[in-house]
C-alpha cells in the first residue's frame, strides 16, 4: 500500500505555543488529505480536508483558526495548532486517499501533550 | 448525524478461536465499509474493504455486510496473541465529498 509519513511522531510544548505537523505521501501524489483527532478510547474524528493549492474544508465544530492547514504541494500537508492548550493533547493523525471509493492511508500519526 | 456503532469491548477469546466483530450504520446510503486495526498508541491499519452484500474473505479474515439491515461484521479465524488491538469500524459515503465515519472501535484480547 502507499506509505504516508507524519513528523515529529510526537511533541511536548508549552500551553500559548504554535506547533507544525507534516503530512507526506512518500509514494505517490495526493491532492487531498484528511486530518484527524483522536482522544484516549475515543474514535478518530475528522478535523478538516487540506486541498492542494486551496482552502481546506473544516469539519463543524472545528476552529479554522485555531487548526491551520497548508497543503503546499502534491507531498506535503502541513497542521498548525496555534497558541496550544492543554484541551489540545491529543493523537493526531493524517491520511490520504486510495485508488478506490474512501480507502484511506494512515500515517504514524503524532501525540501532541500540552503542559 | 450518521453514525457507526461498535460494543466497545473487551472482547476476549482464547487463542486459535474465532474472534466475531460487529458492527451497524445509520446512513442506508453508505456504499463503502472498512475494518482498521489500530494497536496502542499506533494509527489505524486497514485489513479488510467490501463494497457489496455477502461475505469477502482474505486470509483469517472475512468481512461480512448485509445492507438491509445496516450490519457490517468482521470475524477473525485461528485467532493470534498478536491478534490483540483494537478494531475500527469504518463506513464510506458521498455526501458533498467521500466521507468516512469511524466507530469508537471494539478492543479484542486473544488469550495465550
Known amino acids: 500500500g502507499a506509505v504516508v509519513s507524519q513528523h515529529p511522531s510526537r511533541v511536548i510544548c508549552k500551553s500559548g505555543t504554535s506547533v507544525k505537523i507534516e503530512c507526506r505521501s512518500l509514494?505517490?501524489?495526493?491532492?487531498?488529505m484528511f486530518w484527524y483527532r483522536q482522544f484516549p478510547k475515543q474514535s478518530l474524528m475528522l478535523m478538516a480536508t487540506?486541498?492542494?493549492?486551496?482552502?481546506?474544508?473544516?469539519e463543524q465544530g472545528v476552529e479554522k483558526d485555531k487548526f491551520l492547514i497548508n497543503h503546499a504541494s502534491l507531498t506535503l500537508s502541513t497542521l498548525t495548532v496555534t497558541s496550544a492548550h492543554p484541551e489540545d493533547s491529543s493523537f493526531y493523525i493524517c491520511?490520504?486517499?486510495?485508488?478506490?471509493?474512501?480507502?484511506?492511508?494512515f500515517g504514524p500519526g503524532t501525540r501532541l501533550t500540552v503542559l | 448525524q450518521k453514525e457507526v456503532e461498535q460494543n466497545s469491548g473487551p472482547l476476549s477469546v482464547p487463542e486459535g478461536a474465532i474472534a466475531s466483530l460487529n458492527c451497524t450504520y445509520s446512513?442506508?446510503?453508505?456504499?463503502?465499509f472498512f475494518w482498521y486495526r489500530q494497536y496502542s498508541g499506533k494509527s489505524p491499519e486497514l485489513i479488510m474493504s467490501?463494497?457489496?452484500?455477502g461475505d469477502k474473505e482474505d486470509g483469517r479474515f472475512t468481512a461480512q455486510l448485509n445492507k438491509a439491515s445496516q450490519y457490517v461484521s468482521l470475524l477473525i479465524r485461528d485467532s493470534q496473541p498478536s491478534d490483540s488491538a483494537t478494531y475500527l469500524c469504518?463506513?464510506?459515503?458521498?455526501?458533498?465529498?467521500?466521507?468516512?465515519?469511524f466507530g469508537a472501535g471494539t478492543r479484542l484480547f486473544v488469550k495465550a
Open positions: 467490501i463494497y457489496s452484500n
Open positions: 469504518a463506513v464510506g459515503g458521498y455526501t458533498g465529498g467521500f466521507k468516512t465515519i
Open positions: 491520511s490520504a486517499p486510495g485508488l478506490a471509493d474512501n480507502e484511506q492511508f
Open positions: 509514494d505517490f501524489q495526493a491532492t487531498t
Open positions: 446512513d442506508r446510503g453508505s456504499q463503502s
Open positions: 487540506s486541498n492542494e493549492g486551496s482552502k481546506a474544508t473544516y
